[in-house]
């Protein structure tokens, strides 16, 4: 398993720009589908992106689709979420997640270590 730690959460107003990190332990960073996932206050943890091993293949939440870039940095075993044109719905905790496939990388049940979760908030 890796360890995960997100940073980069914040406030910023509607229209602006964040852009998220995760940092994993480990040595086998390059063996995993990265996901990020967020859950606002109230609902249930919805997908957001996904990213290959290789990074060359992502997916995105229609929500997302368009303004959130998902990459990642297999020398630096980091993952990253560039969030732009943000909205007051886009406000929640982001989660960074790894799993073992591709299969399944748009379910919380396609991934096995999350990390703590990075608050971002979008005000109206």
């Known amino acids: 398993q890796v360890q995960l730690e997100e940073s980069g959460g914040g406030l910023v107003q509607a229209g602006g720009s964040l852009r998220l990190s995760c940092a994993a332990s480990?040595?086998?960073?390059?063996?995993?589908?990265m996901g990020w996932f967020r859950q606002a206050p109230g609902k249930e943890r919805e997908f957001a992106a996904a990213?290959?091993?290789?990074?060359?293949?992502?997916q995105y939440a229609d929500s997302v689709k368009g303004r959130f870039t998902i990459s990642r940095d297999n020398a630096k075993n980091t993952v990253y979420l560039q969030m732009n044109r943000l909205k007051p719905e886009d406000t929640a905790v982001y989660y960074c997640?790894?799993?073992?496939?591709?299969?399944?990388?748009?379910?919380?049940?396609?991934?096995?270590?999350w990390g703590g979760g990075a608050q971002v908030a979008v005000p109206s």
């Open positions: 990213i290959r091993r290789s990074g060359g293949i992502t």
């Open positions: 997640a790894a799993g073992p496939s591709w299969l399944g990388s748009n379910r919380r049940d396609g991934y096995d270590c």
């Open positions: 480990g040595r086998t960073f390059s063996s995993y589908t």
